[in-house]
């Protein structure tokens, strides 16, 4: 037992290999949350231009239910949506 131990204590074959790959990994590792983090940033702000697009054509469903008299809800805004695209010409 105690030459088992000897040997593997004085075995370097791999050490540096292995070191190795713990930097490339590392790196690899960081770089990839830093592209999350990107990912994240460009999904939410395209996310928040729809809002705010959608917030400047229609900024009240409730206001648009009234004007094409249906009734006021969450089911308004449906109706409103498909009555509003109902009104526009199709291409």
Request: glycine share 10%; proline share 7%.
């Amino acid at each position: 037992m105690r030459s088992l131990i000897h040997r593997l204590w004085a075995d370097d074959l791999g050490g540096i290999v292995s070191a190795e790959y713990l930097m490339v990994m590392g790196v690899v590792t960081g770089g990839a949350i830093s592209a999350a983090v990107g990912v994240r940033n460009a999904v939410t702000s395209g996310f928040a231009r729809v809002g705010h697009t959608i917030e400047a054509v229609a900024p009240d469903p409730d206001v648009i239910a009234r004007q094409l008299a249906v009734p006021a809800g969450p089911a308004a805004t449906a109706v409103a949506v498909v009555r509003l695209a109902d009104s526009y010409p199709s291409p």
